[in-house]
């Protein structure tokens, strides 16, 4: 019996030990969001908001596993991915996703943490580019990202707009290029829907190195508000309201880039035009 269950949401990525990024900055946007949040973890990271220390990729079979045990119970209406980590576990979790129904996937091609460190082997950006991507109801790179997909470099709006039709060419519905690496006096995003419309969305850019984790947060949010029956424009326009409030209302934890405020906006107070 499916129908009337509470919306349920997973995130396949990285564990961030430090709470601020990866699956615990799924976890606690699923939290904020309303919804029930799952996790399949791809890969351990050794992490504080100094830097990733180090990382240990979780043996593809068991990655599989938890797949299985979560199709067998729940009744997932969105889904997310974060580190991937190599390419073999892009290949298990692309096989799995065309395996179970776990509603849209949001991809957040996530390649290197903001203190330099890399989440991806380089020779799995193919891999994405040719397998994950065609799944994806949502792409999410921020510009590093999209330039590495791309093979282009983003140096201004028009590059922004050309690579995210580069970047539906792959087979990718939805996309958002994230502009919080621009320069831009504005934190400013391009949006480019399956139906062909195109907006920007743009905030005030606020002056912090508190930012660890702003993409999961945006992310998880979007697959979030899928699972709640909002519209992918809508899903995509509240995660842009919901990270401009976490990252304004700063908290303070940790020396380095620290994380957002999950916590900042109640689930209710967000409205859209
Ligand atoms: N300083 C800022 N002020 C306001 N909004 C910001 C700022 N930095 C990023 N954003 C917004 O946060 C969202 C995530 O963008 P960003 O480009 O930082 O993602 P990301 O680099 O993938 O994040 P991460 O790798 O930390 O998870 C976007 O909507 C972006 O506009
Ligand atoms: C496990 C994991 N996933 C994603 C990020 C990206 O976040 P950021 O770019 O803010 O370091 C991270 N640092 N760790």
Redesign the pocket.
């Known amino acids: 019996m499916t129908i009337n269950q509470t919306p349920q949401v997973v995130t396949i990525?990285?564990?961030?030990s430090g709470g601020?990024?990866?699956?615990q900055a799924d976890l606690k946007t699923f939290q904020a969001r309303d919804v029930f949040g799952m996790s399949i973890v791809v890969?351990l990271?050794a992490?504080n908001t100094l830097g990733?220390q180090s990382s240990l990729p979780i043996p593809c079979d068991f990655v599989a596993e938890q797949f299985d045990s979560l199709a067998a119970d729940f009744h997932i209406r969105a889904c997310k991915t974060?580190?991937l980590a190599d390419k073999e576990h892009v290949q298990v979790v692309v096989q799995k996703l065309k395996e179970v129904d776990f509603g849209p996937l949001i991809v957040d091609p996530?390649m290197?943490?903001?203190?330099g460190h890399s989440?991806l082997k380089r020779e799995a950006v193919d891999c994405i580019k040719k397998e994950l991507l065609p799944l994806a109801t949502v792409l999410t790179p921020n510009i590093p990202e999209a330039e590495v997909l791309v093979q282009q470099d983003i140096k201004t709006s028009e590059d922004m707009i050309q690579a995210a039709y580069d970047l539906q060419q792959m087979g990718v519905k939805n996309v958002v290029i994230k502009g919080g690496h621009s320069s831009d006096i504005l934190a400013k995003d391009f949006v480019l829907l399956e139906n062909g419309e195109t907006f920007w969305m743009s905030s005030k850019r606020i002056e912090t190195i508190k930012?660890?984790?702003?993409?999961?947060t945006f992310s998880s949010c979007i697959a979030a508000e899928i699972a709640k029956g909002k519209s992918v424009k809508e899903a995509i326009q509240i995660a842009k309201s919901f990270i401009q409030g976490a990252i304004e209302q700063e908290i303070f934890v940790g020396h380095g880039?620290g994380p957002t405020n999950h916590w900042a906006i109640p689930a209710q107070d967000i409205l859209i035009d």
């Open positions: 990525a990285g564990s961030d601020g990024a990866g699956i890969a990271t992490q990733v974060g580190m996530v290197i943490a903001k203190g989440l930012t660890h984790g702003t993409g999961d880039h």
